[in-house]
């Protein structure tokens, strides 16, 4: 045998075994890629569930907002009109309620109780 025939049969070893190698990095590579990207499509459908809440939290602390500010500003005139200070005893009950609970509205309370 020859060296060229030697060289020949060293490099088709070589070539092969790199072939085997690279197979099997790109295989890895294919089943992590599909794992990775099936991780990130249940993520971004629980960040969708999530939004959908958010939403529906953030419609229900307005209407709550409203509905409070309506309350406060009713008893506001009616305290006037019955000559019983309405305003404040039903501001503080709301504010000693809302202390109690360890609400999520404090700081929207605190503004109105210190006025």
């Not at 992590?32 to 569930?49: I, N, P, V, W």
């Not at 500003?73 to 305290?79: G, I, P, S, T």
Request: with cysteine.
């Amino acid at each position: 045998m020859t060296n060229e025939e030697m060289l020949a049969a060293m490099q088709q070893m070589i070539d092969q075994r790199f072939s085997n190698m690279q197979q099997s990095i790109e295989t890895k590579f294919a089943e992590e890629h599909k794992a990775t990207s099936e991780g990130f499509t249940s993520m971004e459908q629980r960040l969708d569930k999530l939004e959908t809440k958010v939403d529906i939290i953030q419609e229900n602390v307005a209407i709550t907002r409203n509905a409070t500010n309506t309350l406060l500003d009713w008893a506001e005139k009616a305290q006037i009109e019955v000559k019983i200070p309405l305003y404040n005893q039903l501001h503080k009950k709301i504010w000693a309620d809302a202390s109690r609970r360890k609400c999520f509205f404090m700081p929207f309370l605190r503004k109105y109780h210190e006025t």
